[in-house]
């Protein structure tokens, strides 16, 4: 069985701050990773994704992340928050390799960034 | 390429009443899901499809029906509709390589 945790429901930023979401899993099998970006009243947009390639991904608008196999992390981060950050972001696993198909999502983070 | 298309985007139902929810996506993607997004839960999948044909259950399937005729198509059916399906629900496809899912824009209903 798969699981995410997501610490922190909400985190707030100053503008121009570092951003770090935290993210940890657990699977029994290696994984695939995910981090989505949900603005208000919107679907999901795929930021990034690990798929067993480089364990540092980067990502779109600035993000990327780093898988740590021994700490089962996959944390988000971006170096300099902009207003337009503000937004969910959910973390998801999925297991590897073809045939797979479903994703076990955090419950997400609201990111909130203070001008 | 429109990508994934969802269809109404707001509904209200009353306690009973039976409405189903359109997905289509125009990327020739074989997996698709059906989510519902409820406060502070993250999405829980409902059911999912590898291909036209071929449906089965996710986490969270009572109260609910699909079907999935064409590649294109992954309509979500609600028979017999109950205040705690008032949620908002997202359809997704993807590529069978397990590398990231597309979503639609979302239903937002609502039960009284």
């Known amino acids: 069985a798969q699981s995410v945790t997501q610490l922190g429901s909400h985190v707030s930023v100053s503008e121009g701050a570092l951003v770090l979401l935290r993210c940890n899993y657990s699977?029994?099998?290696?994984?695939?990773l995910f981090w989505y970006v949900q603005y208000p009243n919107q679907g999901l947009q795929l930021l990034l994704k690990?798929?067993?390639?480089?364990?540092l991904v980067k990502g779109i608008n600035g993000f990327e992340a780093e898988f740590k196999k021994s700490e089962t992390s996959f944390h988000l981060t971006k170096p300099s928050a902009h207003m337009s950050d503000a937004a969910e972001y959910f973390c998801a696993v999925g297991p590897s390799g073809a045939g797979s198909y479903q994703l076990t999502f955090g419950k997400g983070t609201k990111l909130s960034v203070i001008p | 390429n429109a990508g994934v298309t969802q269809t109404p985007k707001f509904r209200i139902l009353k306690i009973g009443q039976s409405m189903t929810l359109q997905c289509t996506q125009d990327?020739?993607?074989?997996?698709m899901y059906w989510y519902r997004q409820d406060p502070g839960m993250g999405l829980k999948l409902i059911y999912y499809?590898?291909?036209?044909?071929?449906?089965d259950k996710g986490e969270v399937p009572n109260g609910y029906n699909v079907s999935r005729s064409t590649t294109e198509d992954f309509p979500l059916r609600l028979e017999l509709a109950a205040p705690s399906q008032t949620s908002v629900y997202f359809c997704?496809?993807?590529?069978?390589?397990?590398?990231?899912?597309?979503f639609g824009p979302g239903t937002r209903l609502t039960v009284l």
């Open positions: 997704a496809s993807s590529y069978s390589d397990g590398t990231g899912q597309f």
């Open positions: 690990y798929t067993s390639a480089a364990t």
């Open positions: 499809s590898v291909g036209a044909g071929i449906t």
């Open positions: 699977s029994s099998v290696p994984p695939y």
């Open positions: 990327m020739n993607h074989n997996y």
